[in-house]
């Protein structure tokens, strides 16, 4: 939610980042609830929900949204949700992933199906797109919380593989399996974490035509809108 792939630089370019800021909390809500109620509600001690929490806070959720969200799991009528991965492609043949968290699988096949043929696209089986992408843990801090040298000597001591400075945050790289111990090294130095969640990063890049550049962006915008949708990862890039 608080980016991703190349999408996130895609939406920061066309400035529609937190478009819908209710949507937005609300996606972060019932991630914070989905991970209180299949584990402990410390965040200190579930890191599941310790990330939720971070991710809304980046998103200047208030204290109070969180805390309800977090009570909300205790409830014996909360829904049950599960994470289901949709992968499909859009206008010439760029690769999308769709992670979403969802009590109505059928509502949400059929919601997303509906948005690939209405902008061009199409779903495919579980698998189709994926392999155009590695799986990996992406952490990400803001550079206010650590220089540009001080974070790269940080990561290589917290066991990361990579490390990446941009203009707003770095992004630190680790394998998937990693991500949590790498992210405990981390927190002895850092406070404050933008994000920290296992991402989908292409391994090739494709650029399309001009003319299917709007449907394919509307393609992404329109998935991510969608209640049910969490993450939207995509190969598709534009130039700057």
Partial sequence: MAGHSHWAGIKHKKGKVDKLRSNLFSKLSREITVAAKFGDKDPDMNSRLRSAIQAARSANMPKDNIKRAIDKSSSNDTENFENLRYEGFGPEKI????ETLT????????????????????????????????????????????????????AIESGAEECISIKEFHEIHCDKSEIYNVKKKLEEKIKNFISTEIEWKPL?????SMQKLESATELLETLENDDDVQNVYTNLIIDE
């Fill in 95 to 98: 690769a999308i992933i769709i």
């Fill in 103 to 154: 009590n109505n699988k059928n509502r949400t096949a059929s919601n997303i199906r509906t948005i690939f043929q209405r902008h061009g696209g199409n779903l495919g089986t579980q698998g189709s797109a994926s392999h155009n992408f590695n799986q990996i843990g992406v952490i990400k801090i803001d550079k206010k919380e650590i220089s540009n040298e001080d974070v790269f000597d940080l």
């Fill in 204 to 208: 090739n890049s494709i650029k399309v």
